[in-house]
């Protein structure tokens, strides 16, 4: 990327910043919401330079990437809504938690109410992790494996490495007080109603093990040392670091607390796999070149890419510039337990033509990247080595 470039994406993340900060000052997010009536539903700029328009989702460009930076910026991280973003006013916000797994069990209509300022009392902590949507790398369903999935045509950008800010959500459950019998929590957000097929199916929630909670979740108010932007859960979002990114809901309405199992249609319906409902994301890598990208021929090229895994950090990376016949080791770089790996590999003597690059990961789990991925007709969980064609030219 250019220093240009470079100074745009600082220019733009600078201008949100500061405009959601003025809200943040005024209470004026109430205001602001009325202004956008009518609007897209995602509400930050959205340039083709950074991104591709699904409409009510973009998908991060990977040839946007600046190899030197390690975390993603809000302005240039991907966006999933399942209806629209809302704008929410912080100032009369509050995070409802009620069940029967509470230490006093409390109903729907008699919830604790929480306020950002309750929140921010209890210990805060950072938290860097890579952010994913279950069905990111849907596309090469069809494209590399002939048989296309049903929904957003992702590529690989659905994805995003944030250093999120707030409360360990273990926290907060051990301040309001915790039945130990506790297994389930349901989290349910803001945004506007789901409608499909004509049947309303409510705001997005979506249930967790009482063992998540108390691990790694995060009620998260900061990314990367600013407030959240809108179009990632302002003021408010769950984020359960190494999951499914529908699990970690935006706008942050209510935690349902039970001593039952919960479900709701987002781990009935959606976001499975035949009988299981998905959590960990698996292992993936990612070019940071454009899609048929043209490459100078020179004696050296230098190639980056990055690789990420739910379940452990990435130990090593390798690489093929003849189609798999043949694989090299890349180099890696520092990562964090969370985050995701960089990598880099320089392609020596180079031959003028079409090629294609590849690259697979295995993390420290074990796991490592197979060659192709069993088909599901939602598309998710898409690991397979990406086949990435070049030409030298």
């Known amino acids: 990327m250019d220093a240009i470039s470079r100074a745009t994406g600082r220019r733009t993340l600078l201008k949100s910043a500061a405009v959601l900060g003025g809200a943040l000052a005024t209470g004026a997010l109430a205001p ?44 240039r991280l991907f966006v999933r809504d399942h209806t629209s973003t809302p704008t929410i006013d912080a100032s009369t916000y509050a995070l409802r938690v009620y069940g029967d797994g509470l230490r006093r069990p409390r109903t729907a209509d008699g919830a604790l109410t929480l306020s950002l300022r309750d929140l921010r009392r209890l210990p805060r902590t950072t938290l860097v992790a890579t952010h994913e949507c279950t069905g990111n790398g849907r596309s090469l369903f069809g494209t590399q494996q002939g048989i296309p999935a049903a929904g957003t045509q992702w590529t690989l950008g659905a994805v995003g490495t944030v250093a999120w800010e707030g409360v360990r959500l273990r926290d907060v459950l051990r301040a309001v007080g915790l039945d130990p019998a506790a297994v389930s929590v ?51 979002r769950l984020v359960l670091p190494g999951w499914v990114g529908i699990g970690s809901i935006k706008w942050l309405g209510s935690l349902e607390v039970s001593t039952t199992e919960l479900t709701s249609p987002w781990n009935t319906t959606w976001y499975r796999i035949g009988d299981e409902p998905l959590s ?17 021929r020179d004696r050296r090229i230098a190639l980056t890419g990055r690789s990420w895994s739910g379940a452990a950090p990435v130990r090593t990376v390798e690489v ?58 939602n598309g998710y969980f898409f690991d397979a080595v990406v086949r990435h064609p070049v030409t030298v030219a």
């Not at 602001?32 to 609007?39: E, H, K, N, V, W």
């Not at 109603?193 to 998540?212: C, E, L, N, Q, T």
Request: proline share 12%; aromatic share 10%; charged share 20%.
């Open 186 to 236: 349901q989290a349910t957000g803001l945004d506007p109603h789901y409608v499909s097929g004509g049947v309303d199916h409510g705001p997005v929630r979506r249930p967790f093990p009482i063992a998540k909670a108390l691990d790694d979740a995060l009620l998260a108010w900061g990314m990367n040392g600013e407030p959240l932007l809108p179009d990632h859960g302002y003021p408010l």
């Open 32 to 75: 602001l919401g009325r202004a956008l009536a009518g609007a897209p539903a995602i509400l930050k700029p959205l340039p083709p330079a950074w991104f591709v328009d699904y409409g009510t989702n973009a998908e991060m460009r990977w040839d946007s990437v600046d190899p030197r930076d390690y975390l993603t910026s809000p302005a």
């Open 280 to 296: 960990v994301n698996p292992v993936r890598s990612a070019w940071e070149l454009p899609w048929n990208a043209q490459l100078p």
């Open 320 to 377: 093929s510039a003849d189609g798999g016949s043949t694989w090299q080791r890349a180099r890696t770089r520092r990562t964090w337990q969370r985050g995701w790996t960089p990598w880099s590999w320089t392609w020596d003597r180079p031959v003028a033509g079409e090629h294609v690059l590849m690259a697979r990961a295995t993390d420290a789990a074990g796991r490592t990247q197979p060659l192709t991925t069993p088909f599901n007709p």
